[in-house]
């Protein structure tokens, strides 16, 4: 990871001082210099063997019917398939760690792979995405397409055109970018695209309801703020969870289904949640993580 990605723009550095209190101490500002992360800290939401610490909704099936077998475990990857499908029939489907996250940084490293799934729609070639503060799977409807959720759009090329990755999509959604509201579905991200069946490596930095930033490959390529609830582009839900205008501070982690087959050879996180009530700390973690990842 380069070092600019995890502390670059003002964005954060702001963050760091107003998403908490402020203590004056200078002593905790000395401690923070020398804090240090080490692997054991990191939480293995994939453990390369099951899919037992996940839960499992497609839509149009009851909670944890793997439909089709659809999220499997092969050769050690979690993978999405479709072969046992005779056509895709918009079931859309999504796999739910077990336990939310408010503030963490997520890794995860993925490749589209093989024929996307008979009757797929077009714009869901070589598409997948993970869901950052997403509702709980069991509070999603039996026939809801996505849940209320932010989404790292995981894209990869046609062959021929340019096709960013780790873009934003905001499923019954809005953010902050700059100091506007950002309410269209989808938006591109500065990533460079990447084509074939390569392993690609995607990051989110996320601290609560205050920012999110999106890391492709070492380099930072979306930013934005203030994660709530709002908009479209989400069908069959319960009223009842869309609170229009309520900040997400915390949800669950899920992993798309969208037609085409994807996998995942690495999804892990660090928790950031304990250093969030102070910012020197936080960021000595933050470049803590930067240096060892850079190596």
Partial sequence: MKIKALLSTGLLGACLLSCTSQNNQTQDENIAQNET???????QLFNGKDLDDWDIKIRGHALN?????????????????????????????HIFYKEPYSAYLLVMEYR??????????GWALRNSGAMLHSQP???????????ISLEAQLLGGNG??????????????????????????????????????????VETLVLGDSLIKHIVEGDTVMV?????IGGGSVSNHDPAVKKDGQLLKEGYISLQSESHPVEFRKVELFNLEEYMDDPQKLKSVLNDLQNRQAH
Wanted: aromatic residues 12%; charged residues 20%.
């Fill in 224 to 228: 934005y703020q203030k994660p709530q």
């Fill in 137 to 147: 799977a069991n509070t999603m409807g039996l026939d809801q397409d996505f849940p």
């Fill in 112 to 121: 589209f792979t093989g024929d996307q799934a008979t009757d797929g729609p």
């Fill in 65 to 93: 019917e793997n439909y089709g077998n659809t999220f499997r475990v092969e050769d050690g990857n979690l993978v999405v398939r479709y072969d046992q499908y005779k056509s895709f029939d918009n079931q859309y489907g």
């Fill in 37 to 43: 992360v080490s692997q054991e800290e990191w939480v």
């Fill in 160 to 201: 021929q055109d340019e096709r960013s990755t780790a873009n934003l999509c905001t499923p019954g959604t809005n953010v902050v970018m700059g100091d506007t509201l950002f309410t269209p579905h989808c938006i591109n991200s500065s990533s460079k695209t990447y084509h074939g069946d390569q392993w690609v490596r």
